[in-house]
């Protein structure tokens, strides 16, 4: 099969890219797609027969601002060799062929300086400030330039310590918010890299990430600590993290509302984890709130030890009751 690209109804000739498994048609009157982060996924569409048995899945048309800021259209069409080929078809499916189809016409940008052709340039990586060594509380991993451990780290006591790699600011949180936000799902790999040598010498047993509830999982279409996870070679957990109630979203809320928010929504399925390691990997740690209500489930279950595993920390300011950013 292939995926045939083509601007919209100009009648400009097509180009032809390999696919493995439906033809994938994206009509563009402009140069990228690039600000569509709620229209990728977009599940309103219509499948339509079509000649020679063929069908055919298309979504509407839609705006997007192109790379020289101008405005542009797009449409996506999905057509199958036989009316059933679309049968399987989920609106996540089509999500990532939309992705794979968008990255092969507009080459990714770095998210720190707008390089083009890669998603993190080799300068912008080194200039991320590192959650780990000097200026770093040893227990949580958040700024701290005193010994010991921080005051952040008073409520985590079901945690045995926080790993990130990067501070939450600049480069580093145009990552996470591209990723969880803008459904930018290429750049879990790359952000993975950066977690499996935090967790090296832990000798870990299991590693579990932070669960979404059923209902925003579908919404955003996956779960971006799921994402991180993969790719690390982390051991698999026997068992899983369930939301089992859906929580209101964290942003802005200060810790006492993020430890309400969070308490009592998880629960464990498997077999118990006596004496084991394991590890909660998230793409964030803020207050620690959502991955201490997890350990506290974990040790429940027998865990020995708990260690949150983050690409990255927000050091907020331990003493407020004002709004804390993500």
Aim: hydrophobic share 35%; net charge positive; glycine share 8%.
């Amino acid at each position: 099969m292939s995926a045939n690209v083509a601007p919209a109804a100009t009648g400009a000739p097509s180009r032809t890219y390999s696919s493995s498994s439906a033809y994938i048609n994206v009509g563009t009157n402009g140069r990228s797609c690039g600000n569509r982060s709620k229209n990728r996924s977009r599940t309103v569409a219509t499948v339509s027969p079509g000649s020679s048995g063929t069908s055919t899945f298309r979504t509407p048309a839609f705006s997007a601002i192109d790379a020289n800021n101008k405005t542009v259209t797009c449409t996506l069409s999905i057509v199958g060799e036989h009316s059933s080929a679309l049968r399987g078809y989920t609106p996540v499916v089509l999500s990532r062929a939309w992705n794979a189809t968008v990255d092969l016409l507009y080459p990714p940008r770095c998210h720190g300086c707008g390089a083009f052709h890669t998603a993190l340039c080799q300068p912008c990586a080194a200039a991320m400030p590192p959650a780990t060594g000097t200026g770093r509380c040893p227990h949580c991993s958040a700024a701290w330039d005193s010994t010991g451990n921080c005051p952040r780290c008073f409520h985590l006591q079901a945690l045995d310590g926080v790993r990130a790699a990067f501070e939450m600011e600049g480069t580093a949180r145009r990552l996470v918010h591209a990723l969880k936000y803008q459904y930018v799902r290429s750049l879990a790999p790359l952000m993975a890299a950066y977690l499996a040598p935090l967790a090296a010498d832990l000798q870990l047993d299991a590693a579990f990430p932070v669960p979404l509830h059923p209902s925003r999982q579908r919404e955003r279409g996956f779960n971006q600590a799921e994402l991180l996870l993969r790719p690390t070679g982390l051991p698999v957990a026997p068992g899983t993290l369930h939301r089992s109630r859906r929580t209101d979203r964290q942003v802005g809320m200060h810790l006492g509302e993020r430890r309400s928010n969070v308490s009592g929504a998880f629960v464990y399925a498997g077999p118990r984890l006596d004496g084991l390691t394991v590890a909660i990997v998230d793409d964030v740690v803020t207050t620690g709130a959502t991955a201490n209500e997890c350990a506290l489930i974990l040790r429940e279950q027998g865990a020995a030890r708990v260690v949150a595993v983050a690409f990255a920390r927000a050091s907020y300011r331990p003493e407020t009751t004002e709004r804390i950013e993500d």
